[in-house]
């Protein structure tokens, strides 16, 4: 049974953060491959924010272009066609029908193991995929871990869900997609933030200008 990894996103830009921990997901869990999805209509993001999922798609494409195991997948971008909000659960009921025999390992942030009961039909996440929860060595103070720890979370969506979630050990890259929009609107330097080739996808096409 192949072993496909989703790392899915906004990807608004895409940065060098969103690929490291994709790396490390595929190293420590053994994933035959990663797709990279960028989400068609991201329910709960500020729409004004957000590029359109096809300019998106383009600087995901030519970040992940010469890494192996890397592939872009654009089967969100049907919802955006029909006007349609963006669930991972409907996704991953599609990538099931497409491939019934893959095991599907879906990478989030800390946060979001905190926040997934209020995604959309969580149930429903839990019995399509195992979930990778990407956690920092060391968690700042403020954050949600700082009163529940990580692992209490998981173990409370196992025995609630009989959910599948594993733990991605991961040190840490301190780079947000809000903070590269706010130096992109600045003029200010971008080097080591995301890959070269999507810094001058950016300033040739004038994104985040405005």
């Known amino acids: 049974m192949r072993r496909v990894g989703i790392m899915g996103g906004t990807f608004n830009p895409i940065h060098n953060g969103h690929l490291a921990i994709a790396q490390k997901a595929r190293e420590q869990f053994a994933l ?16 004004r924010e957000v590029l359109p999922i096809e300019t998106r798609c383009a600087m995901t494409a030519l970040a992940i272009k010469d890494l192996p195991g890397f592939e872009l997948s654009e089967i969100e971008m049907s919802d955006v066609a029909q006007g349609k909000n963006t669930y991972t659960c409907d996704t991953l009921q599609k990538l099931k029908i497409v491939d019934p025999e893959a095991a599907y390992y879906f990478i989030l942030g800390a946060d979001s193991l905190y926040a997934i009961e209020k995604w959309e039909k969580p ?15 060391e968690e700042p103070e403020n954050s949600q871990a700082a009163t529940k ?47 070269e080739a999507v810094e001058r996808y950016i300033i040739a096409e004038h994104l985040y200008i405005a």
């Open 32 to 47: 035959d491959q990663v797709l990279f999805m960028p989400s068609g209509v991201p329910y709960m993001k500020d729409q």
């Open 123 to 137: 149930a429903l996440i839990f019995q399509n995929c195992t979930i990778l929860a990407a956690v920092r060595r």
């Open 149 to 195: 720890p990580l692992s209490a979370q998981a173990q409370y969506l196992r025995e609630k869900y009989h959910a599948s979630v594993e733990i991605l050990e991961f040190a840490g890259i301190d780079i947000s997609s809000t903070k590269i929009r706010e130096k992109v609107r600045k003029g200010e330097s971008l080097r080591g933030l995301l890959p």
